[in-house]
Nanobody
């Protein structure tokens, strides 16, 4: 079984920064995709940023230039550095892993006050 354990998140002021981390454990192929999605109240879950084992990354247009995703393949860990936060970044952030199947973390709340 694969488990994803998230940390980070919380409350930040507009313009501030937060860092999310997620560590995967279990049967994980070396070639995989890890990243973050988010879901705001009343909205669909959306991609924030993902990174593939080969180093390819994808960002939502709304976070480009503000968020940075990075990974430690040896530790099966992915980080999301969030800078210049905006109130519209407020959402539950979910860690995501695709190895053989899709796996999701339990979610961590990020709240940005104006």
């Amino acid at each position: 079984q694969v488990q994803l354990v998230e940390s980070g998140g919380g409350l930040a002021q507009s313009g501030g920064s937060l860092t999310l981390s997620c560590t995967a454990s279990g049967s994980i192929f070396s070639w995989n995709t890890m990243g973050w999605y988010r879901q705001a109240p009343g909205k669909q879950r959306e991609l924030v940023a993902v990174t593939r084992s080969g180093g390819i990354t994808n960002y939502a247009d709304s976070v480009k230039g503000r968020f940075t995703i990075s990974r430690d393949n040896a530790k099966n860990t992915v980080h999301l550095q969030m800078n210049s936060l905006k109130p519209e970044d407020t959402a539950v952030y979910y860690c995501y892993l695709f190895t053989t199947y899709d796996y999701w973390g339990q979610g961590t709340q990020v709240t940005v006050s104006s």
